[in-house]
C-alpha cells in the first residue's frame, strides 16, 4: 500500500518554538523544553493544538503499540466528555509517553526502536496525558494525586494529593479517589496546576505547586459550594465549580473544564474565581478546550477571555489555533480562518471594534474528521480507521494516509516523529526512516505469567465454592505477591482489589499480574494497611486476606476483622478467612435499618415515603458510573426506580436493568422491546402519575406487565420464572391488557387496562392509558386466579391502594374531559374542570384475600389517589399534583384532603388545602410542597419547604425527604438545616431519586435533556462521614 510521496518542503526547522495560538505580547505561555517536543496533550499550554515543526516528507511506520487491554473511557456514552478516549500521547526528546485508562500505568515508549523504557504505576487509572517539564513529566491519577516523574528513568521525584485525604469510591467501576485528580495538569512559569474532585458537594480542590518542589503556592478549595445559578432558568443552588477536562492556561488566566458545561475561569496568580457562566451557557460545553488569540474555544462557541462572553460560533467540530487564526474541521473538511478587526455599532448606536475569524479557504477529506492537529503547515487528521496528511495551505490536497486499527483520536508530532493513538489501544509511530515496522504486542500470552502455587489455587477453588460468589467486587486484605488474587481472577469474573503493606510485594504483584494480562482490567494492587484500606463502606461482594489462607499470620487481627466487615457487603457478602482446608464464611444479613422501595409510590399502599431509618443527610458520594441504559424522555414521567435487599431495579425504554445498590455493578439486563415506549418521545405527559407504573417488587422477584401478561422474573438471576395473563374478561368486555400492578404478602394485584380511554395531551397519541375496567389478584408463585372485581364504572388506577388485609379504590363514572382522541396543537389538556363537573364515585374496601366488599362510602368522594397508613388507621384521599398544573389532566382540580377510617369507611376529615406535589405519609404526618397536616386530624403543623426551580415529586423515607431544586435537593428532617444540595447534576421531572437501603439511589433522569449540567451519571450517596 502506497502510505507517502515526495513533495518540496519548507525550509529548516526552526530552533525555537512559536505558540500559535495567540497574537504577539498576549501570552507567555509554557513552552516546551525543545523545539521539536510536543510535551503536551495538544502540544502547549493553551491546547493549541500546533507546531510550527513539519512532520517529514515521507513517513512510515516505525513501531506500533497494542495496549493488552484498550481504553476504558470515564464517561463513554457522553458527547461531551471526551478527554479519555484514547492513551493521549506526548513526544519529548526520544520518547513517547503516555498514561493508560486500562491498567494505571504511565508507559515510556523508546520512539526508535518501541521498546518499554520505563513504566510507573498509579493506584487507579490515568486518563490525561502527562506533562512534561524540563527534566520531569507531571501525571495525574484518578487515585487523587499528581505524580512528578523524573524524564529519563520513571522514578517518583515528588508527589501531591488533591483532595483531603485518602477516602475512596466507586466511580466508573473503578475504586477512585473520592476526589479524583479530572483537571489534567498544565505547566507554566514553573509552577504546575491541576484539580482534584468531580462531584461540588464534595470538594473541589484547585492547586497551584512549584514544579521542582511541589510545595504549594496556592491553593483553591471553596468553589464546589457556591450558591449560583444553574443551567435551567429560574433554577439556583449550592452547586458550584466541577473540574473535569485538560486544564488550559494563558499569561493571566487558568481555564478549568467542567465536564458537560463550560470551563471556569480562574487567576492564575491567586487561584481566585474570575467567572463562571453556567446559566448563560445551559446548553453548551464540554471538556475541550483551547485558548485562540483573546478568546478560548468550547463546545463549539468563542468566549471572550476577559469576560466569559460568548463572542461567536465556530462549530462543534474539533479545532487549531494557528499563528495568525484557527483551524476548524466540519465533518469531512477543514476550514482555515484567519482574525480580522472589523467595525460595528452596538445596541446603543455606538461604533465598536469586534475580533472575528474570516474563512479563507476550504481543504476537503475522504471521511469524517474526529480529531486534528497541525504541523508546519499540514494538518495530520485522525479519522475512523485512518489517518491523513493534507496540505491545507496550498495545495489543499491529501499527501500521506495510513490505514489504522481504530478511530484515531490520539495525536502528536514532535522530533520529526507523528504519534497516532486510537481508541483500540494501539499507538502507532512515524517517521520519515525506512526500516522495517516492529510491533510491540503487550496482549500476547508472557512467559513471566506463572501459575499461582498448587495450594493456593486449591484455596480459590475452596474460596469460590464455599461463598458460591463468582462475580462482583472482593477485597483480599494482606495480598503478598498476589498469588491469591491472580488464582481467583483466572478462576472467576471477580474484580478484585489488592492491598498490601509492603512496597517490595506490592512491586512483584503488579508485575505478576501484568504479565498475566490481568492488572487494572480484573485486579488492582494498592500500597495500604490493610486494616485501615480507605475503600467504601459495604461495597464488596466478597473479602479474603491472603495472609489468612496461608496460615502465616495466626489469624486476622482484630482490627482487621473490623476491616473486613466494614468492607462486606450487606445481603449476602461474604468474609471468608482461615486456612486452606479450614476455611471459614461469615455471610452478612440485613442492614438494620435500611428500608426499601418496592413500589412507584415507595409501597403498595403509596406513602411516597420507604421505612428506612439509616439515611439522612448532609450527603456524600458512595459510588457513581456512566449512564448505559436508555431510559424514557425525562419529560414522559417514567416509572420510579425500585430498591429491595441490595437491587436497584430500573425500567428503560427497551427492557429492564438490575444493579447491585451498594457497588452499582450491573447484575443482569432483561430485553423487552418498546418496554417503557408509552413514556418515551413526548413532553410533559402525565405519564405514571396518573397512569402508573408497570412494574414492582415482590419478596425475591420482580413483576413486570407488558400487554395483556404479567412476567414473574427472579430478583437475582434476571431469569423469567412464570407469566401469568389478564383473567377472562368479563361478558362483552373487549378490554385485555394489564393496567395497575401491585405485589402485597404473596399476591399480585392487576387491573385490567379500558384501552379506549387514552390521556395523553401532546401531539400525538400513545398507549397510556389511566383507568381499568376490572381489578383483580392471583397467586404470585403460580398466577392462580384468586378473585375479580368488576367495576360499577371505572377504577382509576391510581385510585387503588393495598395495605394489611384490605383493597382500596374509587370506583366513578369516567370523566369524558379527560379522555383524547386527537392530540391538541399546543400539546395541553383542557381547563381544569370546576368541582361539581365531576361525577362523584364510591370509596370501597375489600378483603384482600377474596376480594369481597367490606365497606363502600358515596358519600362526596372526590379525589384522585389514594394512600393508607395502616399504623394509625387512616385512607388518605387527594388529587395528583404537578407543578405544571397545565399539564395536568381537567379532572385533577386540586386544593382538598379528606383522611377515612379504614375500620369503617367513615370520614374523619377533609380540609382544603392547596399542595404542589403528590402528598407523602410519614408516620402520623402528610407532607408536600405546600404544607403539612396531621393525618389523624387533618390539622395543619408547622413545616416550611423551599426549593427552586424543579418539577417532579418528593420522595421521602423516615429521615430525608429528596426532590429536584435546581440540581437534587434533599430535607433532612433530624436537624435544622433546610433545603439543601447536591450538585453538578439534575434529577429527573418525576422520581429518580430512591431513599432506601440505607442510600440515596438517582439512576440518571435527565434523558435527551440538553441542560449543561456537568455530569450526567448513575450515583449512590451515602450519609457524610460514613
Known sequence: MKTHRLRPRPGPSRPIFIIAAVAAGFLALALRGMA?????????????????????????????????HP??????TSERIDFDLVFQPIVVGDLVIFGSSADDRVRAIDAVTGALRWDFHTGAPVRFAPFAWEDRVFVAGDDGWLYALALADGSPLWKFRGGPDETMVLGNERLVSKWPARGGPVVVDGVVYFAAGIWPSDGVYLHALNAKTGEPVWSNGETGRIFMAQPHGGAEAESGVAAQGYLAATETRLLVPTGRAVPAVFDRADGSLS??????????????????????????????????????????????????????????????????????????????????????????????????????????????????AIDYTAQRTVWWSREVEGRALGLAAGNGRLVVSTDRGLVYCFDGEAPK????????????????????????????????????????????????????AKKSDLRIYAVENDPALVAVARRRLAAAGLYGDRVTVHLADPAKTGYPRDFANLVVSSRSVAGTSGGPSEDLRREMRRLQRPFGGTVCTGPAGGLETDVRGDLEGAGSWTHQNSNAANTLCSDDTVIRGPLSMFWFRDVDFEIPNRHGQGPAPLVHRGHLVVGGVDGIACLDA??????????????????????????????????????????LRAGDRCLRIGLDSGEVLAEFRTPAAAAGDPNRNWGFLAYHDGLVFGSVLNDAHRVSPRYKLTGLRTESTALFALDAGTGELKWRFDAKHSIRNNAIAVSGDRVYLIDRPLVEADHVAVPTRNG?????????????????????????????????????????????????????????????????????????DIETGKRRWDRPATYQTRPLINDYTIYAQGGAWNLITGEPVPFEFERSYGCGQIASSRNLMLFRSATLGYRDLTREAGTENFGGIRPSCWINAIPANGLVLVPDGSSKCHCSYQMKAWFALQPAGD
Open 36 to 68: 521539536d517536543d510536543w510535551p503536551a496533550y495538544r502540544a502547549d499550554a493553551a491546547r493549541s493544538g500546533f507546531t510550527a515543526e513539519p512532520i517529514p516528507n515521507q513517513l512510515t511506520l516505525r513501531w506500533v503499540f497494542r495496549s493488552p
Open 71 to 76: 481504553p476504558r473511557p470515564a464517561w463513554p
Open 275 to 388: 467567572y463562571y457562566r453556567l446559566q448563560e451557557n445551559q446548553h453548551r460545553g464540554g471538556t475541550r478546550t483551547l485558548v485562540a488569540d483573546r478568546f478560548f474555544a468550547n463546545g463549539g462557541c468563542l468566549f471572550d477571555l476577559d469576560s466569559g462572553e460568548m463572542a461567536s460560533q465556530i462549530g462543534l467540530g474539533p479545532g487549531v489555533a494557528v499563528k495568525d487564526g484557527m483551524v476548524l474541521a466540519e465533518g469531512k473538511s477543514l476550514k482555515a480562518s484567519v482574525w480580522r478587526d472589523a467595525g460595528v455599532i452596538d445596541r446603543k448606536g455606538q461604533p465598536q471594534k469586534v475580533r472575528r475569524l474570516e474563512e479563507t479557504r476550504l481543504a476537503p477529506l475522504d471521511g469524517e474528521i474526529l480529531d486534528f492537529i497541525v504541523a508546519g503547515g499540514d494538518a495530520i487528521c485522525g479519522l475512523d480507521g485512518r489517518v491523513s
Open 437 to 488: 515496522p516492529r510491533a510491540v504486542d503487550e496482549t500476547r500470552e508472557p512467559k513471566a505469567a506463572e501459575d499461582p502455587a498448587p495450594e493456593i489455587a486449591r484455596a480459590a477453588d475452596e474460596i469460590l465454592r464455599k461463598s458460591g460468589i463468582r462475580a462482583g467486587y472482593c477485597v483480599d486484605l494482606g495480598a503478598g505477591t498476589g498469588d491469591l488474587a491472580l488464582a481467583l
Open 662 to 703: 451498594f457497588n452499582g455493578r450491573t447484575l443482569w439486563i432483561h430485553q423487552i422491546d418498546g418496554n417503557l415506549a408509552d413514556f418515551d418521545g413526548i413532553h410533559h405527559d402525565v405519564g405514571v402519575g396518573e397512569a402508573g407504573s408497570n412494574f414492582c417488587l415482590g419478596d425475591d422477584a420482580v413483576y
Open 828 to 900: 395541553r389538556h383542557g381547563e381544569k374542570l370546576a368541582p361539581e363537573k365531576i361525577p362523584p364515585g364510591g370509596l370501597v374496601a375489600l378483603d384482600r384475600r377474596t376480594g369481597a366488599e367490606i365497606w363502600r362510602n358515596e358519600d362526596n368522594i372526590f379525589g384522585t389517589q389514594l394512600a393508607v397508613s395502616e399504623t394509625h388507621g387512616t385512607l388518605l384521599m387527594n388529587y395528583e399534583a404537578v407543578r405544571h398544573n397545565f399539564f395536568a389532566l381537567p379532572s385533577e382540580t386540586g386544593g382538598r384532603l379528606a383522611g377515612f
